[in-house]
Structure formats: C-alpha cells, structure tokens
C-alpha cells in the first residue's frame, strides 16, 4: 500500500467517523492497523470509534496496544492515557459486579494521565523560559 492510498484510507475512515459512522470507521482502521502496526493515529482513531460505539473492552485492548508504541510522544501517550481511562470508566459502570477490578486500572490509568498532563505542562514552561 502507498502513503497515498494509506492516507485516503485515513481520511474516509475519518468522514465515516465525523458522520456517525463508527462501525465503517472501525472496519477500514482495523485493516489499517493490522497493515501499519507502528501507526499512532490510526489506533487512536480507532479508539474514539469504539468508545462511541460503547465497545469498552475492545477500546482498552487498542489503547494497550496504543500505550505500548515505544515512539509516542507525551502528548500522543497522553490522548492514549485518556482514551485508556475512558474506556476503564465505561467497563466500570457497564460491570458493577467486577467494578472495583476496573476501577483500580481506572484510577492507575488515570493517575498517568494526570501525570503525563503535569510533564507537559512544565516541558512547555521550560521552553517557554529558556
């Protein structure tokens, strides 16, 4: 596949998703991510997809997989945390019974959220001082 036909791939699987059209979205994305797995954007994509959708686990198994990408800049590692912590809230409240499971990874997902959004905002700081 070129670049080009990759990122037209991107950008119809993004319309579907402007459209409400997460289910098509999904389909192209997972094919995109299955053919670029060092892709960041297409999982997080993908992510926002799911999570629309209300596919909770399957929107935490992409985020692992998202937060595992050795080259994700804090900021993508960042959205990565979020899109993680959301998916963590919606498994805790689609399954009471295991809540607390889900709320533990939720609060641990959390957390680095938090602390990914406090190590930008003293990058940006520190750049802006030097």
């Not at 297409?42 to 909770?56: D, F, K, N, S, V």
Request: proline share 3%.
């Amino acid at each position: 596949m070129t670049d080009e036909e990759r990122e037209a791939l991107v950008l119809l699987a993004y319309l579907f998703a402007q459209n409400g059209k997460f289910d098509k979205a999904a389909i192209v994305l997972r094919a995109l991510e299955e053919a670029f797995p060092k892709d960041a954007y297409t999982p997080r994509l993908l992510a926002e997809c799911l999570l629309r959708q209300g596919e909770h686990l399957e929107a935490l198994r992409v985020t692992d997989k998202l937060i595992a990408l050795v080259e994700l800049s804090v900021p993508d590692r960042r959205l990565a945390a979020l899109l993680q912590t959301q998916a963590l809230w919606g498994l805790t409240r689609e399954n009471p019974d295991t809540g607390n499971a889900w709320r533990e990874l939720y609060e641990e997902s959390l957390a680095l959220y938090l602390g990914l959004t406090e190590e930008t905002a003293m990058a940006e700081n520190k750049g802006k001082e030097a």
